[in-house]
Each structure stands twice: as structure tokens, then as C-alpha cells.
């Protein structure tokens, strides 16, 4: 009589792979570059917004989503964005340089927050104003980063919003969906999530972002850098590493 077949062994879940050299070199680059940014203006108004013919990079999302936290983790600054203890209180663009030896080659632009539910309906729809009138209008809008929970997934005022900036998007305007707080979700549910988005994000690129665990944090900023500099630009050279302290 056979005996019976034994059963495969169980395996770990296979670890990701570490970055290759050249490839943790440019995002290391890139995270140096995005760490110079400072800030410029603010405005109520698309229109009191100046014309700093520099391309911008908007960050935009629902309140709560983790936006200020997602530009302070890639700008490696802690109060850069201002993350307000009531959520949905910022009404303004605010606008950053970023760029090395002091020179800005890129704006980066925040927008307001959107979908806060004690926020005024007047307010809501002024701001939904503001942001439709920049992501439809401002020329030298180069690509766009949606933060989301991916807890929650995209919401109905996402899709309304990639509704808007999609004929831009078929134009080249680069776009780019940050599923924020990856950290709270499973690997089987990051997955999940990650596979849904990309095919709502129609076209753009989708990450799993965390600002605790550094995940993805990387592979964002190098993305960005590659968005508003022309192709086959040579990175920015990584600041060197400082030297270790001898003890006394």
C-alpha cells in the first residue's frame, strides 16, 4: 500500500527585494532634493497665486487622508506643511520652492483639504472652486499626487477629481495616487487595495505610502524628481554621508 503523499512545506512570506545600488543612489538623490524645500507664498485665490513659471507638483486629498504628513515625510521637515488639529480648517494654496544651491527648479503646491463634513457647505464649495480653477487652469501644472486611505479606498470626491484633471491627464500631466498609512493594512490587504486603485487611478501610478514605516517614501520622491526635470537628466547628487563622531 503507498504511503501517503506528505504535505509541502510551509514557507515564509518571501521578503521584497532590496533596491539595487544605482536605484537607492537616485531616491536617496531625490529625497536631498525635496529636502530643500521652504516656503514661497499663500494665496485664497488662484488668482493672487504668482506666475513663478517654475513646474509644480499639487498634492491634493481628502481631509484626514495624511496629506501634510505625506509632503513632511518627503521633504524629511516636520512643520513644512501645517497639519491642522481640525481637519479641513486650511483654505489656502500654499506654494514651496525646491531646489539645490538655492536655486528652485520646482514647486511644490498644497492644496486644501476636501470632503470634511463640519466644514460649511459655502466653504466647501468655494474651495472646490479654487481647486478646479488650479488643477484645470494653472500652466505649468506638471503632475498631481492624491493622497487616499486606503482604509477607505477612493471616495466619490477622488473620482470627481480625477473626472477633472483626466482631460489634462490624457495631455501628459502626470499623476500619481499615495495610498497613505500602508502601515495599518496587512501585506494581503495592501495588495488588495493596491491592485483595486490602479485600476480606478485610470493611467496613474499607485504606491503604498507609509510615513511610519518609510514605505514607499523612496520610490515617491525619485518619481517626482523625474516628473519635472527632462528626460535623461542627471539625478542630484546625493549629499555625502557624514562622517562617524569618535567618541572622547
Not at 158 to 175: A, H, N, S, Y
Request: net charge positive; glycine share 8%.
Amino acid at each position: 500500500m503507498p504511503s501517503p503523499r506528505a504535505k509541502p512545506a510551509a514557507y515564509p512570506p518571501r521578503a521584497a527585494p532590496a533596491a539595487a545600488p544605482q536605484v537607492a543612489e537616485r531616491e536617496r538623490a531625490a529625497l536631498g532634493w525635496l529636502h530643500t524645500a521652504h516656503f514661497l507664498t499663500s494665496a485664497p485665490q488662484l488668482e493672487h497665486l504668482p506666475p513663478l513659471g517654475l513646474p509644480e507638483i499639487a498634492f491634493v486629498g481628502r481631509s484626514n487622508a495624511g496629506k501634510s504628513t505625506a509632503i513632511n515625510t518627503l521633504t524629511q521637515q516636520t512643520r513644512l506643511a501645517f497639519a491642522s488639529k481640525t481637519p479641513g480648517r486650511t483654505q489656502h494654496i500654499n506654494l514651496f520652492g525646491v531646489g539645490k544651491q538655492k536655486v528652485d527648479d520646482a514647486v511644490l503646491a498644497d492644496l486644501p483639504g476636501y470632503g470634511y463634513a463640519a466644514v460649511p457647505r459655502e466653504a466647501k464649495l468655494r474651495w472646490q472652486r479654487v481647486m478646479g480653477n488650479y488643477l484645470m487652469t494653472r500652466e505649468n501644472l506638471r503632475g498631481v499626487v492624491l493622497m487616499c486611505d486606503p482604509r477607505h479606498g477612493m471616495t466619490e470626491l477622488d473620482e470627481i477629481l480625477l473626472d477633472v484633471i483626466r482631460p489634462r491627464v490624457q495631455q501628459g500631466l502626470k499623476f500619481l495616487v499615495l495610498l497613505t498609512k500602508a502601515d495599518k493594512l496587512t501585506r494581503s490587504e495592501g495588495a488588495k487595495v493596491l491592485s483595486i486603485t490602479r485600476l480606478q487611478a485610470g493611467g496613474g501610478e499607485v504606491k503604498l505610502f507609509s510615513a511610519l514605516k518609510k514605505q514607499g517614501v523612496g520610490e515617491a520622491a525619485e518619481l517626482l524628481w523625474r516628473w519635472v526635470h527632462p528626460e535623461g537628466a542627471d539625478a542630484p547628487a546625493a549629499e555625502p554621508e557624514p562622517p562617524p563622531q569618535e567618541d572622547a
